[in-house]
Nanobody
Framework: QVQLAESGGGLVQAGGSLRLSCVVS????????LGWFRQAPGKEREFVAA???????AYADSVKGRFTISRDNAKTTVYLQMNSLKPEDTALYYC????????????WGQGTQVTVSS
């Protein structure tokens, strides 16, 4: 059984930084994309960033230039470095794993809360 465990969330002032981590455990195939999504109260879950098995990244327009996604395949860990945080970044951040060819995410973590105060 594949499990994803996020960490690194917390409370930070606007303009500050946080780094989220997500560790993948269990047996997986090699070709998968790791991603970050977020959900604010009263809103739908939205895409934040993703990185595939060869290291190609993608970002939502709202976080480009502020967030950086990276992965350590040896540690099966994905990171999300978040800089210049804004109050509108406040949300529950989820890690996801998507196998190549899947229509949607195959596994999700439980989420880690990020709160940005103004």
């Amino acid at each position: 059984q594949v499990q994803l465990a996020e960490s690194g969330g917390g409370l930070v002032q606007a303009g500050g930084s946080l780094r989220l981590s997500c560790v993948v455990s269990g047996r997986t195939f090699n070709t998968y994309t790791l991603g970050w999504f977020r959900q604010a109260p009263g809103k739908e879950r939205e895409f934040v960033a993703a990185i595939n098995w060869i290291g190609a990244g993608a970002y939502a327009d709202s976080v480009k230039g502020r967030f950086t996604i990276s992965r350590d395949n040896a540690k099966t860990t994905v990171y999300l470095q978040m800089n210049s945080l804004k109050p509108e970044d406040t949300a529950l951040y989820y890690c996801s794993l998507t196998y190549a060819g899947s229509a949607g995410s195959d596994y999700w973590g439980q989420g880690t809360q990020v709160t940005v105060s103004s």
